[in-house]
């Protein structure tokens, strides 16, 4: 049985869902370009004690590390990029790991390995955003 919530939020406000979302295993990030994936990154990142400006999209490099947090954007090549670039197996390293653009392969490898997951559903609603959580 899955749980979710939602809120909603203007940017400046981010930080309250950034608080609350787990501190270790795998986030998956869903909504369109430019609905702020990276910005709820860069919130739960200073919510970890990283300095946020440090924080970019990995769009071409697929990973970026900060400290015990992995930050992954799967735009450009699905769960193919993480497969054959290695990094599938750091889904298994203490941390958290956020993933931008999780496809179905990715999905299904972690519910086969039974990961700590949950998923945030962003959709833009004008200047604000609301946040989907829904934990498996």
Known sequence: M?????LTLGESEISQIAEILPRSGVILLNGTLASGKTTLTKAIALSHGIDPATVSSPTFSVMQNYGQIYHYDLYNGGSEAMMSNGLIENLFEDGLHIIEWADENLIKFIEKYELDCCAVNIKVMGDKR???VVYA
Not at 2 to 6: H, L, P, R, T, V
């Open 2 to 6: 899955s749980k979710s919530f939602k």
């Open 130 to 132: 609301e946040y989907e």
